[in-house]
């Protein structure tokens, strides 16, 4: 039986924490059909349906279509998001001009979710059961930007998602020194560059690489104006038609083709969701222990500390600090250190601006 949440049911991580919020029942609408929210415009909602679990499973079945929807009045605030697994109703063919209604939200297994600034309460849910975040940086034009990241880290640990981090430009830098303030953080690490192919033409690689961190997941990609995502998500998903590096006269900005996300289905299996308007995070809903959560070798370290501990580098008798004096070898030792010390970085991070 499905429920119907609404935001304040997602404020602790689903996948760590065991309490279950209270669940409704609803036994109208058993006659819904399913269906996967791949785009959200002003109220009305691109989502795919038919065919086996068409959001899990990327290969198209043999009905799959695309239906536009509404959300039914009785959901009230709740925001239906790109990745959502809904229920419809009524005219659900997809044929042109027809709208269908969405009467429920399934259960999500994750939310990504940010603060306007890192003082508002109010979260806004940017995407649903996404289970990675790539965060796409240039290692060069524009500069990487190691707060930035690390703050993208911390939402996505708190949405209890993995990351990974896209270095792209290698052509122009050396990936080796964010390789080395990332990989501590749990961090899997793509690097990717530009190589001429002909004359006047050129392609990214490797892209095999990139297509292996994705496959059979459902990853959203952030990232700064710049930093070459279109130009990635161009190249795995050829038909994405996502504009690139397209400066507009009049701004001198680039140019977005849409401001809300977008799920594209990779053709190996899985899902790219774009978020071209999603620049920062603001993580005032993000807590401490929560964070905590996503370091279990922390975790269980911390769980020594004394009460109320910050776990900063100027917290008294912090446990972290004696576990990485107690460690039994110089490598040890080091590794321990880099760990704490990154986790205390993005720690830090989550107050005083991007
Ligand atoms: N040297 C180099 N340039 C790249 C690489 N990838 C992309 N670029 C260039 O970087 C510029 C920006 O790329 P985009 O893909 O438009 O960047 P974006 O992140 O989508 O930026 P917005 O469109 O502003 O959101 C373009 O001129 C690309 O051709 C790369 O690996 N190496
Ligand atoms: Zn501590």
């Not at 922390?298 to 972290?320: F, I, K, M, N, S």
Request: charged share 30%.
């Amino acid at each position: 039986m499905s429920r119907l949440p609404d935001e304040s049911d997602f404020r602790s991580r689903p996948t760590k924490r065991g309490s279950r919020p209270r669940t409704k029942q609803r036994p109208e609408h058993a006659d819904a059909v399913s269906g996967f929210v791949i785009g959200v415009d002003r109220g009305r909602y691109t989502l795919l349906v038919g065919g086996e679990d068409v959001g899990g499973d990327s290969s198209a079945g043999a009905d799959e279509r695309t239906v536009t929807a509404m959300k039914a009045r009785e959901l009230g605030r709740t925001r239906v998001v790109c990745g959502d697994r809904v229920g419809i109703v009524s005219d659900v063919s997809g044929d042109a001009g027809t709208l269908a209604r969405i009467v429920r939200i399934e259960e999500r297994s994750s939310v990504l979710r940010r603060t306007a600034d890192d003082t508002d309460p109010y979260e806004r849910v940017i995407v649903a059961n996404a289970d990675q975040l790539v965060i796409v940086t240039a290692l060069a034009e524009p500069e990487p930007r190691t707060r930035m990241i690390d703050r993208c880290v911390v939402a996505a640990y708190d949405a209890g998602m993995d990351v990974l981090l896209c270095l792209t430009k290698a052509d122009l830098a050396d990936p080796a020194p964010l390789r080395a303030l990332y990989e501590p953080l749990g961090v899997s690490v793509v690097v990717t560059r530009r190589v001429p192919t002909t004359d006047d033409d050129w392609e990214i690689e490797p892209l095999d690489a990139v297509r292996d961190a994705l496959a059979g997941r459902e990853s959203v990609f952030v990232g700064h104006s710049g930093v070459g995502k279109s130009t990635l998500v161009n190249a795995l998903v050829p038909d994405a038609g996502r504009a690139t590096g397209v400066v507009n006269q009049v701004t001198g900005r680039g140019r977005q083709t849409s401001t809300s996300a977008v799920a594209l289905r990779l053709p190996g299996g899985g899902w790219v969701i774009d978020t071209p308007g999603v620049r920062s995070f603001g993580l005032a809903h993000v807590e401490v222990d929560h964070l905590l959560s996503a370091f279990e070798d922390l975790a269980e370290v911390a769980a020594e500390c004394p009460r109320g501990c910050t776990h900063l580098d100027d917290a008294p008798d912090c446990a972290l600090d004696d576990w990485v004096t107690a460690s039994p070898d110089a490598p040890t030792r080091d590794a321990r250190a880099a760990r704490v010390e990154s986790f205390r970085r993005v720690l830090a991070s989550r107050t005083g601006g991007a």
